[in-house]
């Protein structure tokens, strides 16, 4: 059962332009999110996080989007550049268990 | 550096030995989590540990896996009597201590150890 969905595997996004990031969850006892961001090769590395009380959450070019009614949140880069090429992994977890779900990934393409 | 440490970083094992990889979480951090990132698929929880505990090892294969933390040195993946499956990068993460039923925490990845059974 997965409980975190990364439907797109593949993106693909002019420079300079806005690549937005996908994220869809089951369980409604989530209450943090998490993105990262993992190169080939390299362990993944933290990029921003959000709780639940929030719909958004911005740091420099990222701001991630959380619609809880909708068991949804997204991941705006803008803009983009060619070193934002990598997998990004959104993940969820659960108040006291520390246990993160981690979607599949979703590869994402900058063309210059 | 004050990063999580994982070795080895690459691994080659005959199927019928054992690997043993190893992590030293981040400075100050008491929490530790393995996961196992199978080719062309995403990170799956295997273990979560504090010092000298296993709090939650729902995601660990029933035989050959065990992981430990001890009270000092870093903490151990082991699997025994390796098969081609288990061919994978296994990533460590850390996190400091937070106090139970907040949420809020972020994990921190290593750089990954991966193995390949021959």
């Known amino acids: 059962d997965q409980q975190v969905k990364q439907n797109s595997p593949s993106l693909s996004v002019q420079e300079g332009r806005i690549s937005i990031l996908n994220c869809d969850y089951t369980n409604s006892m989530f209450d943090y999110f998490l993105w990262y961001k993992k190169y080939p090769a390299e362990g993944p590395t933290f990029l921003i996080s959000?709780?639940?009380?929030?719909d958004k959450n911005e740091d420099g070019r990222f701001t991630v989007f959380l619609n809880k009614s909708a068991k949804h949140l997204s991941l705006h880069i803008v803009p983009s550049q060619p070193g934002d090429s990598a997998v990004y992994f959104c993940?969820?977890?659960?108040?006291?268990?520390?246990?993160?779900?981690f979607g599949t990934g979703t590869r994402l393409k900058v063309l210059a | 550096n004050a990063g999580v440490m994982q070795n080895p970083r690459h691994l080659v094992r005959r199927r019928g030995q054992e690997a043993r990889l190893r992590c030293s979480p981040m400075?100050?951090?008491?929490?530790v989590y393995w996961y196992r990132q199978l080719p062309e698929e995403g990170l799956k929880f295997m273990v979560y540990?504090?010092?000298?505990?296993?709090?939650?090892e729902s995601g660990m294969p029933k035989e050959r896996f065990s992981a430990e933390f001890p009270k000092e040195g870093p903490s151990i993946l082991r699997i025994q009597q390796v098969v081609r499956g288990d061919s994978a990068a296994y990533f460590c993460?850390?996190?400091?201590?937070?106090?139970?039923?907040?949420?809020?925490?972020?994990?921190?990845f290593g750089e990954g150890s991966w193995l390949t059974v021959v």
């Open positions: 993940a969820a977890s659960v108040a006291g268990t520390y246990k993160y779900i």
């Open positions: 400075k100050g951090h008491s929490h």
């Open positions: 993460a850390s996190s400091p201590y937070t106090t139970p039923g907040t949420a809020g925490n972020t994990i921190y």
């Open positions: 959000i709780s639940s009380i929030k």
């Open positions: 540990l504090q010092k000298e505990n296993i709090i939650d």
